[in-house]
């Protein structure tokens, strides 16, 4: 059997379904894609603080050597975990190599069989793949809906997770987070978490929705990432002591892997000092950003019109979304369209990243594009 033939074939069905995937640079000049929401990936004086940091690291060291229960921990590494502690005001942190690793190491170690995990439906892949390496039962409640979550909590069995995000990363809303918050102690629920796109552009100091809130002691484990707004990449989970000597010890994507190099401790400390100092300029200069694109869309109802950096614009239609697409980048914007299976079928949209390097002139040119095609209302 021709091994080549087999994947070609999987991959011609893909094909066939207009689905299939494919490794692309930067589509066009004007960024409206990237995550970079704050500008922090591509800051000068944030790549030159990070290479002043890795002179001092001594002994200079390019790799960790081996997971971090072996010979990959360190001293640095505990101190930026400390660092981001006190930032995300937990008791502890643990630092992963990715939001998606910290999502599958919580969701695959945490509930047990016999538990119950209750999640929003838009919740990103990382943690339904979590969720799948897990032996409790799960079920979706429809996306930021509470009567629909507490129908299933009055269901539910063992001890109970509730799984939601912070700011949903295709739909750009926020989540109820002070009513969850309600409604988890009253079933004695526990709350993961996921501040992926809040990380760095909410909260003093970059420190997410539950800080901003004042509610993160209620929230049982929460995940940050740093590949977003932060900048950079890796990610952490906050919580108690006990949250992460227990991942330490039970999360496989964290036992089974080499810790990230001091290259990484260096760009995670540089990146949240950085925030630290200029977090407060940074937010209000995304806000203005977002207040003038919401202005310019005012009279577009296939335009969400989120109070956050992400939003979106429904053409639904894998074939109708991609045509967009390509009109938009021929206008000289970087914009992807977010086909289905990745957003439910008639869900297709563009999503559009605002940053607050973005001018207003580009803003401009895309609501001129946004009202020139006009969209399906939600
Ligand atoms: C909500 C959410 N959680 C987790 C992740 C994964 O984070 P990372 O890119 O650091 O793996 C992403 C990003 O893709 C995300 O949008």
Known sequence: MDFDAVLRNRLAAREGAGLLRTL???????????????????????????????????????????????????????????????????????????????????????????????????????????????LAKHHNFRHNDLQDLEDRLQRATGNVFIVVESIYSMDGDTCPLEELVALAERYSAFIILDEAHSTGVVGPGGSGLAVALGVHDKIAVRIYTFGKAMGIHGACVAGTRSVVEYLVNFARPFIYTTALPPHSMAAIDCAFAYVQAHGARLQQALRDTIEYFVQQVQDLPHVSRNNGAIQTALYPGNEHVRQVARQWQAAGFDVRPILSPTVPAGAERMRICLHTFNTREEIDLLASCLRALPGMVP
Do not use: W
Not at 44 to 49: K, R, S, V, Y
Not at 57 to 85: F, K, M
Not at 92 to 111: C, D, E, K, R
């Open 24 to 134: 692309r640079q930067a589509v066009a000049p004007i960024d409206f894609t990237s995550n970079d929401y704050i500008g922090l990936a591509r800051s000068p004086e944030l790549f030159a603080a990070i290479g002043q940091k890795l002179e001092q690291i001594t002994p200079p060291l390019n790799g960790a050597t081996g997971s971090r229960l072996l010979s990959g921990n360190s001293g640095y590494t505990e101190q930026v975990e400390a660092t981001l502690a006190r930032i995300f005001s937990a008791g502890a942190t643990l630092i992963f190599q990715s939001g998606y690793s910290a999502n599958l190491s919580v969701l695959s170690s945490m509930p047990q069989r016999g538990d119950t995990i209750l999640c929003d439906e838009l919740v990103h892949a990382s943690i339904k793949d979590g969720m799948r390496l897990s």
